[in-house]
């Protein structure tokens, strides 16, 4: 974050200094997808300036938009302000909940694959004392830490360029059209226990059946995600439940498939679940208000 930059300047320094690879994560953290696409730009422009103007490197092409919260304007804005790459993550540490040590190296660790990228925060004072074991753990499973450019070069992928020939979805998500165009899809209003949910990614009504992001999919159920980018497979671990979603593919829950269950699809570069299948595998209640596109999970 500029902000983050402006307050820890000497921070920031040395981690240019070791040879790390920083990217631009927004001036002050918004959720860019309730800003215009001007006022995202300025976020954008603004965190940018602050990093280049104290540490004299500049973020290009890599940006992460808070809360992974993207959509078809967000996107456009990225792109605008010069930035080739929308970068997500595949493990989720939850460490800025405050969890202890452990936690976080569990959770660190637990899914490791390969192309992982792992999502820490600078906010919680466990995540520094976990880190040594999370790297130790790393190695002894036989994978390297990396720059996000190296991990594009270990997998035999042009560097990164406007023209890049990595076109598939990957964790590191080159910023293309996308299969679904959202404008397309109706906006659905979700609500859990009869409560406004605020979304990460607006829910969209596809072939008459309501779809949320995986994200906020994790968020309701308090879920860990697992996000595959090259095989585009979407795994999300509910209490003792296991599911497994392909993109544009068949669905599973603990190894076995679920039948006639609608696949999850991409939309604005963001994995999109039929909420139907998760409510109907949890046992959970599911109503509609069609006049009003607003669809309730009770939990």
Known sequence: LGSWVELNPSHAKKIIEKGHEIGNHTYNHPQLTKLSKENVIKEITAGEKIIE??????PKPLFRPPYGATNNTVLQAILESGYQYSVMWSIDTRDWTGISVKEIIQKATTNLHPGAIILMHVNN???????PAIIDNIIAE?????????????NNIAAITPKSPMVEEKIMTPITEVKYQSSLMPNVKLEVNAVDWNCV????????RTYISARDVANIFNGEIVWDGIQKVLIININDKKFKF??????EINSSVIKE?????????RAMIPLYVVA???GLQLTWQGDKKIVTIII
Do not use: C, F, M, W
């Open 142 to 154: 036989g994978y390297t830490p990396v720059t996000l450019s190296q991990l594009d070069i270990q």
């Open 261 to 269: 269950a609608e696949s999850a699809i991409l939309i604005n570069n």
């Open 280 to 282: 109907k595998e949890l």
């Open 246 to 251: 392909h993109i544009d593919g068949k669905a």
């Open 125 to 131: 004072n466990n995540t520094p004392e976990a880190l």
């Open 53 to 58: 103007d104290i540490t004299g490197h500049n």
């Open 201 to 208: 990614e607006t829910p969209r009504l596809h072939k008459n």
